[in-house]
């Protein structure tokens, strides 16, 4: 069966839907008005409804799982919103052949919701759907300022957010094949196959896998969660011992 590339995006992206919450990108206003954008949530001042949202996050994610530092809560946030981006956006260029500008000025997000990350695009001008556009979009636009927010604010090893970076891009890709295999789409697993080995070759991310099997050369350190283990790609086969610098990437 041929992929079908639709010329333009339409103004819902209703094509995401069949592929579950991590791709699901609302658009249009967000349900309340006070809602932060992405922007803000990269900048260090107490500039929203929620102070800050990406620190609101990261200490909801701490007290949700009992993280015993801030940072591994850090780490797991960073890596629920590299997901939800990705998944996004390489979805649209898949199916769309395009993707929307993902400016974070235009992007809300509640901090305060569940997981998968509840995103709102509130305005859906289409770009290219090429690696390249991806990389502005996602990792330029989004992940390059988050990683920095979260060094600078909980000392998250940069290693160690390139990783959750790459880690967050295979699986969606995994995520998006794995469906177009089971609905037939063979042109969608040979595109999602050739944008993710572009995108793992950027600079801001080769080297963060290992080109064979996709593991990660780094840990996201949800290990060291009560009752956590290692992730399915993880440097680690078995948690290792707890200690204050370990795994930091």
């Known amino acids: ?25 609302r658009t249009g206003a967000a349900p309340r008005s006070t809602l932060p954008t992405l922007a803000q949530a990269y900048e260090s001042e107490k500039c929203d409804v929620y102070g800050n949202s990406l620190t609101f996050r990261v200490h909801k994610v701490a007290a949700l799982l009992d993280a015993p530092e801030p940072r591994i809560a850090a780490s797991i946030a960073h890596q629920g919103l590299a997901s939800r981006l990705w998944s996004a956006a390489l979805g649209c260029a898949v199916l769309y052949g395009g993707v929307p500008d993902l400016d974070a000025r235009l992007v809300r997000w509640d901090a305060d919701g569940s997981a998968p990350d509840d995103l709102w695009l509130t305005e859906v001008r289409p770009l290219p759907g090429n690696a390249t556009s991806l990389a502005g979009a996602v990792l330029d636009g989004h992940l390059e300022p988050l990683a920095q927010a979260l060094h600078t604010r909980y000392r998250v090893a940069s290693g160690l957010l390139r990783g959750n970076a790459a880690s967050a891009l295979a699986g969606a890709a995994r995520q998006l094949a794995g469906w177009a295999r089971a609905n037939g789409r063979p042109d969608a697993v040979a595109r999602t196959r050739t944008l993710a080995t572009e995108l793992l070759a950027h600079p801001g991310l080769a080297g963060a896998l290992d080109p064979g099997t996709l593991r990660r050369r780094s840990c996201c350190l949800y290990y060291r969660v009560p009752g956590g283990g290692v992730c399915g790609d993880c440097c680690f086969t078995r948690p290792p011992r707890s200690s204050p610098g370990a795994a930091s990437g």
């Open 1 to 25: 069966m041929v992929l079908l590339l639709l010329v333009d995006l339409d103004a819902d992206l209703a094509a995401l839907r069949p592929l579950g919450g991590f791709f699901l990108l």
